[in-house]
Every structure is written in structure tokens, then in C-alpha cells.
DNA sequence: TACACGATTTGTACGGCGTACACTATGGGC
DNA sequence: GCCCATAGTGTACGCCGTACAAATCGTGTA
């Protein structure tokens, strides 16, 4: 463990002109307004006003700021939710999947970010633990509700991986320009190769949506469900 | 529309001493041994024995070369089990699946290079078509079906996502040595703040086997069916 | 049959990247 | 009041993608 993690109290030397957590910032900062792609170390310098070298006082090189990157934005989300003693099992793990969907669809440099870094973080752990502890509600067994707490992940992680996949720019479009996009594109497809996608052309449009995510999460909560005991 | 799709006959000038298949040849041996952050111009061109510019007549740049690997190795996953006419819709879309994971673990560095580039190759829109038809004969509405076969394909490239994410080289290790190395990572779990992952450990470690991924995908089509009318 | 011209590959070069290394300046511990 | 660990900079190296001009090849045309 080096000074990554938390500066002792004080130290010798100059004083630091940043901490970890402004080059954190500044990473989001670049990735929001130029997308995935432009994440560097020097770009990230560059935000901060800094040379490129003062970087690597904060993290080790820029896989390792990458992998603090996906952290924070996890973190981003609303956990507190998957917890909340009020709400049903259904419900925390809806609005805590949608709140992470909104999350990542508002940080889409960061989202595809997240999809070539494990998911090893004190959050992805905590999220797992909640998960776990919902679908232990909802009457599954300790062993299925382990499984089916990877199902939600992966069904989160899926559906932003697809979704930002094909956003062009740094930044996702509102919902119903982009599914209007969508819509025109698909328009081009042959309809007698494929009838079935030209006649769900709206649908399939729409698979963008928030709508299509509710569906989706409701059908593998359904297929959960079914799975509880007694 | 350019020479990059289909050569013409015949041309004018030296013969071509490569076309693009052989290039995305290339390009898949590169990420197969060194991983999908050593894939590029220069070394593609290596593998060929060519000057990297060589590279340049059969590809626009390095992203469309990305988009070509993808589609190759979304390609190599066995499409034709999608439309058997003698399987159950169960069956086919089980069967392609557990296919496509396979495929994508063989190549994970062209799996995550999938999940930096829109699906919307021909290979991907057959795909959806034949889903859509197998989740019809299993009852659902068209709408239902398009629906359907989005969180399809968001299990499967969901899965893939979260496995290929974070294994370390540029290889898939086997399925039990990972589960084996998973397994012992996950005993450094706090087993206070974490108690049911702690004791979930060995379901948590074998999140990245088949037999999890077929269970996911069951829960899913369960999901599904139970979207059937009549 | 000879030549012109388009297609292919190469040589070279430019700007940008991550980052290693030597150096300067800062300021707490003895 | 000095020592020295530390933060930040200057500089440089080896990569990268790729633009551009020159050389070579071989078909279509004169």
C-alpha cells in the first residue's frame, strides 16, 4: 500500500497542489466532454494546469487512474436505495438499477471505461452484498440469490455496454432524438431478408429507452422470482 | 461505398498481395496473443510482413478495422442453430448463446472490442431477426418478441462483458483454475460488513462458469415466458 | 505493340502518446 | 539551521496512427 490510498496526516516536502479525488474530477471533466478516447494522462494534466509528470504523484500510471475513474462513478449511483427498509425487494432493485443506468448513460466515456476493468471496487462489492440481500428477501435461496445478483449486474451492465456502444459522440442524446435516429437507420434495412425486424421497427428503436430497460429488468425479476422458495 | 467491401473483377495496377480477410486474420491472431490494447496498425502489419501504410488499402483506419474484427468474430458463433426447425425456442436461443459466450471467451480481446462499437453489422441483424421468430413461437407478441430479444442479447453481452473484463492476459484461463483463483481472492472479503458474500463465496467464484451463465439465461427465457399470451 | 495511368506498396515524416530520469524547490524532523 | 524526503518540471525515448510523395506494377487504350 503506498500513498495512493490516504495521505498519513502530513508529510514532508512541498505542499501537494492536488489530491487524488481533483484528478478524479478533472478525469470525469475530460471524458464528458470528449468521450473515452481522449483520456490520458496529458489531457488530464492539461485540465488540471499541470505538467503531465504531476500526475503520477497521484496514481500509478493511467490504467490505475482509469480503474479510480470507474470507481468513483459507480459511486455515483444511489446505493442507499438498495437498502431502503420501506421499499420491497422489487423496487430497491429497480430504482437502484435505473439509478445506475441514468449514472452511467450521464458519464458514457466513463461507462465504457468500466467495461475493460474488473468491477472489484469496495462499491461493486457493497452492491453485490445489497443485492443479495433483496432477492434473499424476495424467498430465493442463499445460492440462487448469489446467481441472480450477477443476473441484475449483468443485466445493468448489458444493457449500458449496448447502449453507449453506439453513441457517437461524448455524449448520450436525449432519449427521443435518439430513438428518432434509430428509427430512421433501421429504416434501411431489407424488409423481405428481414420481416420481422423491419415490422418491429418502432420497437427496436426503442430499445434505447428507459422504457425497454423497465421491461427488460421486469422480466429477469419475474424469471427471479419464480425461483423463490415455499 | 468504396473498394473496401468487394473487389471488382479485376483492377487496374499490381496485383494485391493481401485482401481483407487475411488482414482481420491478422488482426485476430494479434488480440489473441497479446490482448486487445495491443492491437493496431503497426502490428497487424507486422504480423503480415507488410509496411504498416499497406494496411491502409484494405481498411480506412484502425476504428473500422475494429468494426470488421467484430463482426468476423461475431460471425464465427454458430448462427444456424438460432433457425433449426427441430429445436424448441428454448433450445435454439440456448444453444446460440451458450455458443456466442464460448466464441467470445476464445477471443476476448475481440470481445471487448465489441463492447467499443455499435452492433449493427449484418451478422447482428440476422441474429436479432431469428430471435425475434424463435421468442414469437414461444408465444410472444411481436412487440413483445423485439422486446424479448434485446435482453437477450443484453445477457449474453452482458456476461461476456463482466468476464472478458477482468481476466488479466490476453487468454481466457480455464474455467476451473479461474474459479479456483476467484475463489481464493474473494477470501480477503470483510466477512463482517459482508456476510452473505462471504458466505456465498464459492456461487460468488463460479459466476464466470457455463453453468452459471446457463442458469442466467434460464431465469431470463423464464422471464419471458411467462410474456406469452393464451 | 507501346504507352499512359490507376492501383499498390514503400520511405519518410509529423504530431501525439505514456512514462522514465535527472533536476530544482519546498518545508517538516532532528 | 541543516538534512533530506517529497512535489513538480524539463527533457527525452520509444511507441502510436497516419498523411504525403515517390517507386513499381500491370491493365486498358491508342
Do not use: C, K
Request: glycine share 8%.
Amino acid at each position: 500500500m503506498s500513498d495512493h490510498v490516504n495521505p498519513p496526516a502530513r508529510r514532508r516536502g512541498p505542499v501537494r497542489s492536488l489530491d487524488v479525488e481533483r484528478v478524479v474530477d478533472a478525469a470525469l471533466a475530460v471524458l464528458d466532454r470528449g468521450g473515452a478516447h481522449t483520456l490520458g494522462i496529458r489531457s488530464v494534466a492539461a485540465q488540471l494546469g499541470v505538467r503531465p509528470n504531476a500526475i503520477y504523484t497521484y496514481v500509478e500510471d493511467l490504467a490505475a487512474l482509469e480503474r479510480v475513474v470507474v470507481e468513483r462513478v459507480l459511486s455515483l449511483a444511489d446505493v442507499a436505495v438498495l437498502g431502503a427498509p420501506t421499499l420491497g425487494w422489487r423496487e430497491r432493485i429497480t430504482e437502484y438499477a435505473i439509478g445506475l443506468r441514468r449514472t452511467l448513460h450521464a458519464h458514457p466515456g466513463a461507462a465504457s471505461l468500466l467495461m475493460s476493468a474488473p468491477m472489484d471496487g469496495v462499491t461493486a462489492l457493497t452492491v453485490g452484498e445489497l443485492l443479495m440481500a433483496a432477492l434473499e428477501d424476495a424467498g430465493l435461496s442463499p445460492e440462487d440469490a448469489a446467481r441472480g445478483t450477477y443476473l441484475v449486474i449483468v443485466t445493468v451492465i448489458g444493457a449500458v455496454a449496448l447502449d453507449v456502444a453506439e453513441v457517437p459522440g461524448p455524449t448520450v442524446p436525449p432519449e427521443d432524438a435518439w430513438v428518432a435516429a434509430r428509427h430512421e437507420a433501421l429504416e434501411a434495412v431489407d424488409h423481405a431478408a428481414l420481416p420481422r425486424t423491419a415490422a418491429a421497427t418502432p420497437v427496436i428503436a426503442a430499445w434505447v429507452g428507459e422504457a425497454q430497460f423497465r421491461w427488460s429488468l421486469g422480466a429477469v425479476l419475474d424469471g427471479l422470482g419464480g425461483r423463490a422458495r415455499a
